[in-house]
């Protein structure tokens, strides 16, 4: 898998444990993590464990989640990513600070994501898990050309399943 991968106005890379600090200012705003798995973390040891688990999923399997980083600045604003699930399916994330909402950089980073799964990684479906109102992430998900394909339980909620075909 080549890293970095680079936008127009981000890049994408492995997450190192040099990002834990900067991860943490995302993953602890509760208006971030209002839709993301079980909401903020609390303790910066949480934002460690997980890191650490996006590493190990990289060694693993050659992709995982990644840094977002603001090309101009060079700070991590977010993680976007590939993960293989328990029933094998691969599913695609991210997570912006609040400061980047509105600005396109999910899509791009997603659409990042996409092209990677495709044209590196030969993947042949990606499936997205988003809760109804999070407007804002359907509307990458349907830029992109996700489709609804039910609803699924995860992390106590309910979310949208969408899908995309590569």
């Given at each position: 898998?080549?890293?970095?991968?680079?936008?127009a106005t981000i890049l994408l890379?492995?997450?190192t444990l040099a990002d834990v600090p900067a991860a943490h200012a995302v993953y602890?705003?509760?208006a971030v993590m209002r839709y993301v798995g079980h909401g903020p973390v609390r303790a910066i040891g949480g934002t460690d464990s997980m890191i650490r688990q996006y590493m190990a999923h990289q060694r693993t399997h050659g992709f995982g989640f990644w840094a977002v980083v603001d090309k101009a600045t060079g700070v991590v604003i977010g993680d976007a990513g590939l993960a293989r699930t328990a029933d094998g399916e691969v599913e695609m994330g991210y997570t912006l600070a609040q400061a980047w909402w509105g600005r396109g950089v999910a899509s791009q980073a997603a659409g990042l994501w996409v092209g990677a799964a495709r044209d590196q990684l030969g993947i042949e479906r990606?499936?997205?898990?988003?809760e109804e109102p999070n407007l804002g992430s359907r509307r990458?998900?349907?830029?992109l050309g996700f489709e609804?394909?039910?609803?699924t339980i995860a992390f106590d909620r309910e979310h949208l399943v969408y899908r995309l075909t590569l």
């Amino acid at each position: 898998m080549q890293s970095p991968l680079v936008g127009a106005t981000i890049l994408l890379r492995p997450f190192t444990l040099a990002d834990v600090p900067a991860a943490h200012a995302v993953y602890s705003d509760p208006a971030v993590m209002r839709y993301v798995g079980h909401g903020p973390v609390r303790a910066i040891g949480g934002t460690d464990s997980m890191i650490r688990q996006y590493m190990a999923h990289q060694r693993t399997h050659g992709f995982g989640f990644w840094a977002v980083v603001d090309k101009a600045t060079g700070v991590v604003i977010g993680d976007a990513g590939l993960a293989r699930t328990a029933d094998g399916e691969v599913e695609m994330g991210y997570t912006l600070a609040q400061a980047w909402w509105g600005r396109g950089v999910a899509s791009q980073a997603a659409g990042l994501w996409v092209g990677a799964a495709r044209d590196q990684l030969g993947i042949e479906r990606l499936r997205a898990l988003v809760e109804e109102p999070n407007l804002g992430s359907r509307r990458v998900l349907e830029k992109l050309g996700f489709e609804r394909d039910g609803v699924t339980i995860a992390f106590d909620r309910e979310h949208l399943v969408y899908r995309l075909t590569l």
